[in-house]
């Protein structure tokens, strides 16, 4: 065994990986090995460095056999037992033979390398090398030992090897062999013990008719399962059950099987269906304190602080929800809908509204055509309409003439202003009048003015010919001509002098202000203008040019392409529509058509597309259709659900008879009744816990209209992406799917498509390309030497400047395929073009391909109107058609790529190839300077390290301060203003004296004038100066609110510098934040106080953080495909800015394209059916009493073709899967016969996420482990809850250390001075190792058994023979009568679930020891998920690593610096780690009581609540009692039921008193 062993590792190391040549049509023939040049050379070097021997040349030439005859093998044949071989043969084969054989192998496979990777079969060997060395040889020819096509093998290898035979060095033939391997005659074949025989076990009976209906295809494959050992022969006690047992008689610890029913809420004894009929509304998180009954005192103490919490909480959201924005950045207008007055059941009873759209067709195109408005005559208006009419009428003129007048004088004083830069200043203030502007007349007024000012200041300019110049004016005046034309009242004279200005520049074509036919005709039309515009041209235009530079700079298509691209019309097919406020594009009204057909969408388009709306108008559908209909909002992250409860907040009111118009639901925060509210917003994994709820099943979950997955693409996660699969698959309603990050959306697609019409409802998958903006992308260069800032108002240093990154640039790379959203804007198109051309030049095929491309000729069609963006993509489409083309060619990169790439990549050579941490942090203040001069400020900071993060805000506001401190020692003028300020200051109290003396002189019926406030009342020295700060200057955000906001976070432990970089309008922004500090970052930010925060991936998802600039600072291997398209899209939101920028800072040029280049990962699903799921589907459906949703649910589920995002696994697997992890809940006394939840479902049902640990918990529990743990609670409790902490530490708060923890001495070299944490979490105890031990062997034989009999009923015909990279099929099955073949054939182990390559090295379905070995062999065709596998192998294999004992630690010692300097936790995670297992115990606690409660024989021991409902008199009376209860009790159960054990009484009380003692410490740390 030793020497196979040996050889396999040999083999593996010497024989790397060749190229091979792939087929796309393998075959199963047998391939000759034959000899290859390769191997030649191998036999050459072999027979050259090793002298003549007669035993080592007969062991080469046998191993050359076995290659030959490997191919003529069938893979099942080669699964052999191990060989025994002669004991000096085998020292002779490792110590000599073998590593001289390998070593010239490894030769010749450098020298030459091949073709096909040479098959290596150890096992065969030995098997080969035993007929040789055992006398006599069965077969004294080779045709009749191997069979005539290896022999015909043998005779080709002979013939290239002739000399090596001639020499007599190589030999063949059997007699030869035999007679040099005789001496090592071995009769002992198989050293290893029998195997044991397969015991049948049989599946525990279980009969539900749901069920059992699903079960029927697999009822016969699985009521018999082969079994290796039987559940009655281990050693030691198991908390698995026998058929045979009797259940109901068992003796031993938590036993009872009492049938659960689950209408409590896990956290507290209060039911769920109270909820429904209570007035009172739960404001936020309840969670069982020390569970002690409580005075009238301290009930009205609680009242009266949780109102005071709901009180702040509340404001804090108004405040929230306040400096939200909508699409144009505009505050968010609230909606009043009344009251409906009907339920939704009238809805489902009334007919179905006929669909909004005209379209009579079920299904929509993808473009649909302008809808055409029937002709209709004009309704008659009565007396009272028609005199309204005259009123609204009257009240337009009276307007008009009140704004014409208003602007005549604006005219007027701008006509005073000495220079055309102060009139164009005066304008700009005008045109911020918001109100004013509402005037369509007076917009249009001051937009033709401001031409005329343009105009004017060209005219003067002294670059007026320059081509940047003209390029600058001629966008400006088609920005305010286009604006003009889409408000639609220019009169005839301002249509006149626009269009004359237009045919001047060059653009005599283009009249976009022709007058439109849905617009009436008013007085306007008719008025002049209302000032003397400039004079640009000759009355004749015979006459020469005027100004001869007022003209385009360059051909009308060039300039389009290189100076409007960021102007042009982005909409696509877009339409006015009543259903919303904004004009929707083509792809937003199919959204809506389908909203309101109630189909189910997945909505895949970038962020800026505008997908915001989509979730809103369904809300508001829901709210408009009844009064207790339900949408469920789903974000994956806890950050954007408090955002998007603000907006809701924002957006919505409506009156409601009970209950209220929103709720917020996660697993620690509670905001109102979830199951009160019409708009639920939650996380997936309480909405699974919803949607599983046997309570909320007949009552809540009709209910619900729709579940809108956000983010949906989080499905992907391994951590997490499980639940999403479970959300999907229960929906009892349709769903929409939002995301801009898919990488397989047609892939998902089907998956969703399939679900959703197996719950009956239609799919339709909307995906839109484009970017509303476009991302710009740069670089900056570094200084090497530090540069002193010297404030804003200075200009950059040159050495600090941006690199525009094109594209295209990317082809440096060496990549041939674009990722679809590399977009390109109209100047990347343009020279584009031009680079190409340069390459085509030297090939005239590539010329002509090319000249069909020419803007010039491509934009033909565009004549008579300005191009659009869908112009651009029709022309960006068919550049990289033809880049891709060419691309295909011999030498492509060099000859095409090479170049474009090249000539697209000016200035790259000056980046910084390695830059070093403090040269990124040294020219950062100069980035920033040079992107707030270029007005790309605000911006967000990536980096996904938080250490990173707080030290770059410090670096920066320390830049801040000491330029600001140096200006003021140096600036006379600062010191002359602040000399003034100290001379006003003290004078302060002589004018307070005078004033008073001037109130007691005056008579008291003169009123005394008020003195007018100075600068010096404001004025603060400390104060940051404007040109020292981030501070957004035109924020509302005053220095009063600034300080109360700075108290509020010193209350919550928000470090000093933190506050400081506030005041400078810098923040940090990561998880690790104050929650209170986190909200106020993302106010400020959207009032436009903060304008640079830095932070890690939280603000990547969907936060409303709209900015112009994302900069990624230094590489991190969390910068991902993914996370680079998430912070990237934040730049640039759709209505406020027409282009966001993307920076590279601190990254090398080589890294940013692979980063561009690089594609998003496909969606990979998980196996969404595990045990724990499988127990929680039978609690509903039996909780339920069978309702009709849960019969959905469960139906739709087992049905589905495809469960899961794996294509590969299919119904019948999953059904397998299920059959058996019911017969596991069986055993481990979880589930009853007829499918009924047993008591202690509550432990491992709410701790599902904890899966397997959940389980584990279980087993521990029956099997006595804790009860031998907790029995001494009255005479040592310190040591018996700290050994329980650190059993449950193990369970739910397991960290493994690194390697180097393991060592000895390790942990005194690396544990701080006096610290009081051992770190080290001590090993699990004898007792808990072994029933976990034997707890894991039965789930491994659980699943084996599944496994097996899948295979057996599935896979038996289908062959397990193709290698799963390279595809080839090998042999499965032979008619040769060989003798050795038949001696393969016979001695061949048989697998069933086993890999046929697995098996080759020996392992077989009994073999296997771990449940990840099971998965990680299994065969093609049988997917074996080791995360729905509830396996122990993490819990009792570390590999020599120890686990942080960080909980253990902190119940000890209690302290948070501890645990963060010697336990290694992050002071971001220490309060959420401490959190989770607090909730941990949470749950144990209440699944005890669950259990005591249905043991306990006093039938008037109902389910008490320790809320405040609870009567005031019995908590009074309670008080008086609570001296004389012995430790660990509650007001549950203030003694001991007289049927409950002493031993489960003992581990109730531990676990109480556990609890108390960790949750008075943790709660102390954030009180």
């Known amino acids: 065994m030793e020497l196979i062993i040996k050889c396999r590792k040999e083999a593996l190391r010497i024989l790397p990986a060749p190229k091979r040549h792939r087929s796309d049509e393998p075959s199963a023939t047998p391939t000759t090995q034959g000899i290859d040049i390769w191997a030649q050379t191998a036999v050459d070097d072999y027979f050259q ?90 077969d004294k020819s080779l045709v009749g030992l191997l069979g005539r096509g290896p022999v015909d093998a043998v005779e080709s290898v002979k013939t290239a090897l002739q000399q090596h035979v001639e020499a007599g060095r190589l030999s063949f033939s059997p007699a030869v062999l035999s007679g040099a391997l005789g001496r090592w005659q071995h009769d002992e074949v198989d050293s290893l013990p029998p195997p044991i025989e397969d015991v049948p076990l049989r599946l525990l009976p279980f009969h539900n008719e749901v069920f059992d ?36 008689q068992r003796s031993g610890w938590f036993t009872n099987t009492t049938t659960f029913t689950d209408d409590q809420h896990w956290h507290s004894g209060r039911k769920i269906t109270e909820g429904f009929k209570e007035k009172r509304l739960v404001l936020y998180g309840e969670r069982r304190d020390d569970d002690r009954p409580l005075t009238k005192e301290q009930l009205a103490f609680l009242r009266k602080r949780k109102e005071r919490a709901r009180q702040r909480l509340m404001t804090d959201i108004h405040r929230h929800a306040a400096t939200l924005t909508g699409a144009k950045g505009a505050p968010l207008q609230r909606l009043v809908i009344p009251s409906t007055k009907r339920s939704i059941k009238d809805v489902a009873t009334q007919k179905e509204p006929p669909a909004q759209s005209t379209s009579k067709s079920p299904t929509l195109p993808a473009n649909p055509k302008p809808r055409k408005e029937p002709k209709s005559q004009q309704p008659k208006l009565n007396s009272a309409e028609k005199l309204r009419q005259r009123i609204k009428e009257e009240k337009a003129v009276k307007t008009l003439s009140e704004s014409e007048i208003w602007w005549k004088q604006q005219l007027a004083q701008m006509e005073k202003l000495p220079t055309l830069e102060r009139k164009a200043e005066y304008l700009g203030r005008v045109q911020r009048n918001a109100k004013r502007m509402e005037d369509s007349w007076l917009r249009t007024e001051t937009l033709l003015y401001q031409v005329h000012l343009g105009v004017s200041q060209w005219i003067v300019d002294d670059g007026n010919g320059e081509p940047r110049v003209q390029a600058r004016y001629c966008v400006n005046i088609l920005r305010a001509v286009l604006e003009i034309h889409s408000i639609g009242v220019a009169s005839d004279p301002a249509r006149n002098f626009v269009r004359s200005l237009l045919e001047t520049i060059g653009l005599p074509d283009i009249d976009i ?387 474009i790439g090249e000539a697209l990549s000016q200035g790259h050579e000056l980046c910084e190839t390695m830059p070093t941490q403090g040269r990124i942090y040294a020219n950062l203040i100069h980035v920033l300077h040079d992107l707030q001069r270029r007005d790309n400020l605000p911006a967000i900071l990536f980096n996904f390290d938080r250490h990173d993060c707080e030290e770059m805000a410090k670096h920066l506001m320390y830049e801040l301060k000491n330029a600001e401190r140096r200006w003021k020692e140096s600036s006379p003028q600062w010191q002359t203003k ?130 112009k600039t994302s900069i990624f600072v230094g590489d991190s291997v969390y910068l991902t495909a993914l996370t680079y398209r998430q912070c990237a899209g934040r730049a640039g939101r759709r209505g406020m800015d027409l282009l966001g920028n993307v920076v590279f800072y601190g990254i090398q040029i080589e890294r940013i394209h692979r980063i561009m280049t690089s594609k998003v990962p496909p969606l990979t699903g998980n196996m969404p059916l595990t045990t724990t799921l499988s127990l929680r589907l039978c609690n509903l459906l039996h909780g339920s009493q069978q309702a009709p949703t849960a019969l959905n649910a469960i139906n739709s589920v087992l049905r589905l073709p495809q469960l899961s995002l794996s294509s590969e696994i299919v119904r019948d697997e999953v059904l397998h899967h299920l059959r058996f992890s019911i017969d596991y809940l069986r055993r481990t006394n979880l589930l009853g016969v007829k499918g009924e939840p047993l008591i202690m479902f509550p432990l491992v049902a709410h701790l599902y996420h904890t899966e397997p640990s959940n389980l584990a918990l279980v087993a521990l529990l029956q099997g006595g482990v804790l009860h031998s743990i907790c029995d001494s609670i009255d005479l040592n409790p310190i040591d018996t809850k700290r050994n329980l902490v650190a059993v449950l530490s193990h369970l739910f708060a397991r960290r493994v250390l690194p390697r180097l923890y393991s060592g000895k001495g390790a942990l005194e070299r690396l544990r701080p001075a006096k610290s009081p944490s051992r770190i080290i979490l001590p090993p699990l105890s004898p007792d808990a190792y072994r029933t976990l031990s034997e707890h894991n062997r039965q789930i491994l034989e659980t699943f084996r058994c599944y496994a097996r009999s899948y295979a057996l009923q599935y896979l038996s015909e289908s062959p397990d023979n193709t290698l799963p990279l390279s595809k080839e099929i090998l042999l499965t099955s032979t008619n040769s009568e060989a003798s050795f073949i038949a001696t393969l054939r016979r001695r061949a182990v048989q697998v069933d679930a086993t890999s046929s390559f697995v098996a080759n090295s020996g392992v077989t379905d009994s073999s296997l020891k771990t449940v990840t070995d ?17 396996g122990l192998d993490e819990l009792l294999a570390l590999d020599g690593r120890v686990v942080n004992g960080y909980i253990l630690d902190y119940f000890t010692h209690g302290q948070v610096n501890a645990l963060i300097e010697a336990n290694w936790v992050r002071r971001s995670d220490v309060w959420f780690s401490l959190q989770e297992f607090s909730l941990a115990l949470a749950t144990l606690q209440t699944g005890l009581e669950h259990y005591m409660k249905a043991t306990a024989s006093d039938p008037n021991l109902e389910s008490e609540s320790s809320d405040e409902e609870e009567d005031d008199t019995d908590e009074s009376e309670n008080a008086s009692e609570t001296e004389d209860l012995e430790p660990g009790v509650t007001s549950t159960f203030p003694v001991k039921p007289a049927s409950i054990t002493v031993g489960d009484w003992k581990v109730y009380r531990a676990v109480v008193l556990t609890k108390r003692e960790f949750d008075e410490k943790f709660k102390g740390m954030w009180a």
């Open 213 to 248: 209906a699903c079960l029927k295809p697999i009822h016969f494959a699985s009521e018999v399962a082969p079994s290796e050992i039987t559940a009655t022969t281990s050693p030691g006690r198991s908390s698995f059950v026998d058929d045979s047992e009797d259940r109901s």
């Open 49 to 138: 460095a090793n002298p003549p021997d007669t035993a080592n040349d007969a062991l080469f030439a046998v191993f050359l056999l076995h290659l030959i005859v490997l191919p003529y093998i069938p893979i099942g044949d080669r699964s052999q037992k191990p060989v025994a071989l002669h004991p000096e043969l085998e020292s002779q084969l490792r110590d000599h033979v073998m590593p001289k054989l390998f070593d010239a192998f490894n030769r010749g496979l450098e020298k030459h390398g091949v073709q096909r990777r040479p098959d290596v079969d150890g096992r065969i060997f030995l098997n080969l090398l035993s007929v040789f060395t055992n006398h006599p040889v069965p």
């Open 1414 to 1430: 099971l998965a990680r062999t299994a065969r093609a065709g049988l997917h074996l998920d080791k995360n729905a596998i509830p």
């Open 978 to 1107: 602040l000399a003034k300020w100290e001379a006003w200051l003290a004078a302060s109290k002589q004018r307070q004296r005078a004033s008073e003396r001037a109130k007691k002189t005056k008579p008291q019926d003169i009123e005394i004038p008020m003195d007018t406030k100075s600068w010096e009342d404001s004025f603060d020295p400390d104060d940051p100066l404007p040109e020292f700060s981030f501070a957004g200057p035109w924020s509302t955000y005053s220095k009063s609110e600034m300080e109360e906001d700075i108290e509020v976070l010193k209350g919550v432990g928000v470090q000093l510098w933190a506050m400081e970089a506030l005041k400078l309008g810098i923040a940090v922004h990561h998880a690790g934040m104050s929650r209170k500090y986190r909200n106020l970052v993302e106010s400020l930010f959207r009032v436009g106080f903060l304008r640079v925060v830095i932070a890690t991936g939280t603000l990547a998802l969907g936060i409303n953080m709209p900015i």
């Open 513 to 899: 202000l022709k007058p439109s036919s849905s617009i009436k005709p008013t007085e306007t039309a008719k008025k002049l203008l209302t000032f003397q515009p400039a004079r640009f041209a000759h009355r004749d235009r015979s006459k020469p040019a005027l100004y001869p530079f007022l003209r385009l700079p360059s051909h009308p298509i060039d300039f389009q392409l290189e100076h409007y691209g960021v102007y042009m019309d982005r909409s696509m097919d877009g339409q006015v529509d009543a259903r919303v406020s904004f004009i929707p594009d083509a792809w937003q009204r199919n959204v809506l058509d389908r909203l309101d057909r109630r189909e189910s969408v997945l909505v895949v388009a970038p962020t800026s597309a505008g997908k915001t709306f989509i979730s809103y108008y369904a809300m508001e559908q829901v709210l408009r259709e009844s009064d207790d209909g339900v949408l469920v909002y789903v974000a994956p992250t806890k950050p954007l659900v408090n955002q998007i409860v603000a907006e809701i907040s924002a957006r919505f009111e409506k009156s409601l008879k009970s209950g209220t118009v929103w709720a917020e639901h996660t697993r620690d925060w509670r905001i109102h009744e979830p199951h009160k509210c019409q708009i639920l917003v939650t996380v997936p994994e309480m909405l699974a816990i919803m949607l599983l709820s046997p309570a909320l099943a007949a009552r809540w979950v009709p209910r619900l209209r729709w579940i809108v997955l956000d983010e949906i693409h989080t499905i992907g996660q391994q951590d997490g992406g499980a639940v999403w699969e479970q959300l999907i698959l229960f929906a009892p309603c349709p769903i929409i799917g939002l995301s801009a990050t898919i990488g397989n959306p047609e892939e998902f697609s089907r998956w969703l498509e399939s679900v959703q019409e197996q719950h009956g409802f239609k799919y339709n998958l909307i995906q839109h390309k484009h970017r509303y903006s476009h991302l710009r992308k740069f670089t900056y260069t570094m200084s090497r030497e530090p540069i002193e800032f010297k404030g804003f108002s200075s200009e950059p240093p040159p050495d600090v400047k941006s690199i525009y990154i094109h594209p295209m640039s990317v082809l440096l790379s060496g990549t041939r395929v674009l990722p679809e959203d590399l977009a390109l804007e109209s100047g990347d198109c343009l020279t584009l073009f031009q680079a190409m051309w340069s390459v085509a030049d030297q090939s005239p095929e590539k010329r002509d391909q090319l000249a069909k491309l020419n803007p010039r000729v491509f934009f033909a069609q565009a004549h008579g109107r300005l191009l659009n963006q869908r112009d651009v993509l029709d022309y960006e489409a068919k550049l990289k058609s033809l880049l891709a083309d060419w691309s295909k060619e011999a030498e492509a990169y060099k000859r095409v790529l090479r170049p």
